[in-house]
């Protein structure tokens, strides 16, 4: 079935340091990709998605580009600041019985430090 | 604007008893779910709703139960409480549509003794 994996955490990082969480997929035909963010005490909060291949979305200075020969969304930001602090999901969204329902990777927690 | 509202925020139970995690929206959302999340697993889907008197199981339904009575709220179930159900609970709604993304609530940190 299909399935979201994504690099095991934590990633450490000193503030301004460039990010990199892996992300791939196994899916049958082509789903939208979609990166969600956690902040401590909180629920999941869309960061960006991707509907297409070759499609990059962005927000907040991240970006993941939908690499569909490599099944591949993973997540960049070239300096972060101690805010970005948080746990990272990639998901996949497939339809099932009619609608549309998301796969979660199992997170990936970021710390950064000052 | 509270969009999506849980509670409680904090529950311990003992083994056996029941308890219902309430959920309730206010973006007139036609679609709703529950997700638990387990350290390493990420979020898995309990059960969803697209509509009104419509649910359906998600990947681990096991152990919960859910109704959908009213467009704004979806409460879930626990009906006999066991140690494997501790987990944070969300519930997340959405128009159910392409370019809808899912709306989460703060969670449910569940804890069964």
């Known amino acids: 079935g299909d399935s979201v994996t994504q690099m095991e955490g934590p990633v450490t990082l000193s503030e301004e340091a460039f990010l990199t969480i892996n992300c791939t997929y196994t899916?049958?035909?082509?789903?939208?990709l979609f990166w969600y963010v956690q902040y401590p005490g909180e629920g999941l909060q869309l960061l960006l998605k991707a509907t297409k291949a070759d499609d990059k979305g962005s927000n907040k200075g991240f970006e993941a580009t939908y690499r569909k020969e490599t099944t591949s969304f993973h997540l960049e930001k070239g300096s972060v600041q101690v805010s970005d602090s948080a746990v990272y999901f990639c998901?996949?969204?497939?339809?099932?019985?009619?609608?549309?329902?998301?796969?979660f990777g199992a997170g990936t927690r970021l710390a950064v430090h000052p | 604007n509270a969009g999506v509202t849980q509670t409680p925020k904090f529950q311990v139970l003992k083994t056996g008893q029941s308890m219902t995690l309430q959920c309730a929206q206010d973006?007139?959302?036609?679609?709703m779910s529950w997700y638990r999340q387990d350290p390493g697993m990420g979020l898995r889907l309990i059960h969803y709703s697209v509509g009104a008197g419509i649910t359906d199981q998600g990947e681990v339904p096991n152990g919960y139960n859910v109704s959908r009575s009213t467009t704004e709220d979806f409460p879930l179930r626990l009906l006999s409480a066991a140690p494997s159900q501790t987990s944070v609970y969300f519930c997340?709604?959405?128009?159910?549509?392409?370019?809808?993304?899912?709306?989460f609530g703060n969670g449910t940190r569940l804890t069964v003794t």
């Open positions: 997340a709604s959405s128009y159910g549509t392409d370019d809808s993304p899912l709306h």
């Open positions: 973006m007139n959302h036609e679609y």
């Open positions: 899916a049958t035909g082509y789903p939208s």
């Open positions: 998901a996949l969204e497939t339809l099932s019985g009619g609608y549309n329902k998301l796969i």
